[in-house]
């Protein structure tokens, strides 16, 4: 090993040093927002989550997790810290990508300038990619990104290695990695296309643009083998042998599947002895990487064999080839359009039959229904604008301009494409990994909330307003990073470099950028309004961009060599480089990144489950509440008695067989339905049709028709069939005082507020499947359990339960109370059962909003949630005449919980502490918030008053919050005789109102 190997060597072990300590300083140290959950209970029980699984990561996740000897409150801790190692390998492997890119501009005999100056390029662009926004994010919790982007990182390097070595044996390695990284992620297959060229251009003596685009073409066919005929087809090619040896054959499940195995094996086999019988180099070498793809790819055999044992968290069930094949091809998501389809505004003209669906029944596979291709009356090429759901029509309407019933033309469609899907949905992205962010609020393309800056206020204050005088929602927020485009004008010059120097290796990063970047947008399609952002899925190109960076080492120091020595060249070039990317990012980045103490998302779990009463059935919907709850119950074994069911998951008869057997200390939910009347393809959803009732119906007697396999009890159909309907909205359920009184469910001193009976309306025209288990569950349930629903979230989840659901903490319980009309109009998260909530939210656990050097948005939004419902319960016991625990209420939410106003809207809640505060007789501390409230809103509504009139559009929401707390302040401090205080409000009103016009 020469000398500048041996060095290059320890800089990249150097290297993975300093990221690693970076990641392990600001690693979150528990459970964290998002997916994170749910893969760490997978991880820790080898369980099967949603699709399309990542079953190598649980694997090595449960390895991590065994770190932890038995101590469940560090698991997430350890498999936190997988991710830490798995990002600061992928920045050691950069830093050797870099180096050997670089290495190849010089002859083999270097000087030691020339080997400093390669080992500064790999420095200065890994550590830009160290502290880059997106990747950083990933880097430190327990997520699949960080070990994709590793994969990824190993095949691109692995690459180069072939290229300088010429041993075909690295190509085998390269399948291999891309195999594994199929049981993790599938973002190392976008590197295939760089892979190719690179294989290329070793290959061909004289390369033409021409020759560049077969190679191209050829990456692509790759890909798709391996994305589709491998992950995909032999999976179906398994299923539909599977389906010839059950029902034809009377073989028993899976024999069919092993057979294809089998033959497959065979085939390989016999091609590979064909091959070196017959010296077919090329023939051996694609066989034996094939084989190594599939066996990358047997992680997947973990999914089948843990859904076969049916464990806790056992998402579709993929225990069979069928089932396994719609788990990889992400069914649930349903299908997007690409290169041709509908508008939003097209309707249904027609649906064929495609496939048949098949599921497994108790001894053959059965016929579940069939696939249809929808047929539409208007479609469009390349169709961007094809999302039918209300909230979307909205924004590509406000988006493109257009009027109420105008279709979006083809030019429309593309800018569409290429202002919010490329510019909103990448570049905005890309720009806040090098160039800068405004602030951490997602963005939905306002002005205000998450938008890219460069820090230049003339060229920031073009596109989104004067940025003088800017409010504390902005240079207050953590996310506030300003780079001045540093790094961006630092990878350019890098590009440019190496293009000028080395045309094929810029083409080939420059395809990894493309591919990782663009072409994902392109694949993707995004509709509008996503639920997070999704700057992850882009790492990739955030990558490749981080490899120029590197090469702007390079340029800065060719152009300082026409003027200085080349020592002195190469020390500037380095101080340049360092300060301009990986100083600036790293200093700006640092507090908005740094996860230490933050332990919110645990709390927050446990706080919800602790606001049920003991044995009760939750529902929740979203899966980002739902997989907290997940890992609290699953890994640390907190409050199992409860049984956590997701509404949307139960459209899955696997997940409705899941929750009929017992769960840690949870008892079988009462589901009345036998299997054959749901599973997949049977009652998936019913429409409505008015039978008549004129009176509301029982529960139970509307689930006996509905589940009812009589001819009678259903409705004809146009092609002579029939099927079972929803008869009524009109719903009942008769209450039994006694039992409600024997199960605890009401107090004996609240006997008299028991109903008869509860009627409600169900919204919807159709009931599908997730409905009709909730229903069977509400039926049979005789007030046997408690029973509760996620809060905040939308009215159809509560299928018109509103009026009888009562807050006790952040969860809603159904209670069988009388209701008036003044009760029926009455906000759902304005009714507390006071005294339960009381005791639950008192017993509340806050202290990671202390110890959290980082509130991050998810847990600002648990922030304001949990001051909402303490401000709702304050309220109502006060009006009960309870000032002394309304006082006590209060005053732990002070003590605990953050007051900081991140927005506007935060305001609406300051407003009613405020207002609470007063009526507890806490003047002092009272006034003190409401003077911090109004100069927090001084600042907003001055700096939106001082912005250009056609931006008030924009901000027309904030103006008007912001008016009506001040007015409502004002009121409030004039009602308890806050003259000096009032006054200051009511002269600030004026001249905001007169600034507004």
Known sequence: MNRFQKINNIAGLAVFAIAGIVYWLTMEPTLSFWDCGEFLAAAYKLQVGHQPGAPLFLMIGKLFSLLAIGDTGKIAYFINFSSVLFSAATVMFLYWTITLLAVKLYKKEKSTMDMLTVIATGLIGALAFTFSDTFWFSAVEAEVYSLSMLFTAVVFWAILKWESKGDDRWLILIAFVIGLSIGVHLLSLLAIPAVVL???????????????????????????????????????????????????????????????????AAGIAYAIHYSIKHKKYNLNLGMICLTFVLLGFSSYFLIIIRADAKTSLNLTNPDNAFSLYNYLGRTNYGETPLLYGQTFDANQVSAKDTYTKYRK?????????????????????????????????????????????????????????????????????????????QNDNQGQGNYSDGNWISGFKALDGARLGSQKHLPPSITGNEGYNRFYGLPLILGLAGLIFLYRRNRNDSLVVMSLFLFTGLAIIVYLNQDPLQVRERDYAYVGSFYAFAIFIGFGVFAIREWLSRFNAPKLSLITACLVGLLAAPVIMGAQGWNDHDRSGKTIALEWAKNYLNSCAPNAILFVTADNDTFPLWYAQEVEGIRTDIRVVNIQYLSDDAYINQMKVKLNQSAPLPISMANEKY??????????????????????????????????????????????????????????????????????????????????????????????????????????????????????????????LYLEGYALRLLPFKTDPAADKQEIMDKTNNDAMYDHMMKFDLKGFKTAKYIDPESRRVAQGTWQITNTLSANLTQDGKLSQAR??????????????????????????????????????????????????????????????????????????????????????????????????????????????
């Open 198 to 264: 690179v294989y290329y251009f070793k290959k061909t003596a004289k390369t033409t643009t021409f020759g560049i685009i077969k190679a191209l073409a050829a990456a692509g066919l790759i890909w798709v083998a391996v994305q589709f005929v491998i992950i995909q087809y032999f999976v179906l090619f398994a299923a539909k042998l599977d389906l010839f040896f059950v029902n034809t054959l009377g073989f028993g499940f899976g024999y069919g599947a092993m057979a294809f195995i089998v033959l497959l």
């Open 888 to 997: 006590d209420i209060l005053v732990k939410g002070l003590r605990e919980i953050p007051l900081k106003n991140s927005s506007i809207g935060d305001t609406i809640n300051r407003f009613q502490t405020i207002q609470n505060l007063y009526a507890v007789n806490e003047v002092k501390s009272a006034n003190a918030l409401a003077v911090e409230t109004l100069d927090f809103l001084d600042q907003e509504l001055s700096y939106i008053a001082s912005l250009e009139q056609g931006r008030y559009v924009s901000y027309e929401r904030d103006i008007q919050l912001g008016m009506y707390v001040l007015a409502n302040l004002d009121r409030v401090a004039a009602g308890y005789q806050q003259k000096e205080l009032s006054k200051k409000i009511n002269e600030k009103f004026k001249e905001l109102q007169v600034k507004f016009g």
């Open 361 to 437: 029944g108790k001894e053959k596979y059965e016929v579940s229904g069939k696939g249809l291709k929808i047929e539409y009356d208007k479609n469009l090429l390349f169709p961007r604008t094809y999302s039918d759901k209300p909230p979307h029509i909205n924004f590509y309407r406000q988006w493109l301009n257009l009027a109420e019933g105008e279709t979006p033309t083809f030019a429309q469609n593309l800018k569409f494409f290429t202002s919010y899907q490329m510019g909103f949905m990448y570049w905005r992205y890309f720009f806040w990994n090098f160039v800068g962010r």
């Open 679 to 804: 599973v997949n393809g049977v009652r998936d959803y019913m429409h409505y049709f008015d039978y008549g009732f004129k009176d509301s119906v029982e529960l139970k007697d509307l689930l006996a028709v509905m589940t009812s396999d009589e001819q009678a009890d259903k409705l004809p159909l146009n092609d002579g069939t029939y099927e079972n309907f929803l008869p009524t909205k009109k719903f009942m359920m008769t209450v039994d005082a006694a039992q409600v009184l024997k199960t605890g469910t009401v107090d004996a001193k609240d006997r008299d507020r028991i109903a008869p009976k509860m009627e409600w309306n169900y919204g919807k025209n159709v009931m599908f499947k997730y409905d009709l288990a909730l229903i069977d569950i509400l039926a049979n349930n005789n007030w046997e359990r408690p029973v509760y629903f996620e809060s905040n979230v939308s009215e159809d989840t509560y299928i018109g339960l509103d009026k009888y």
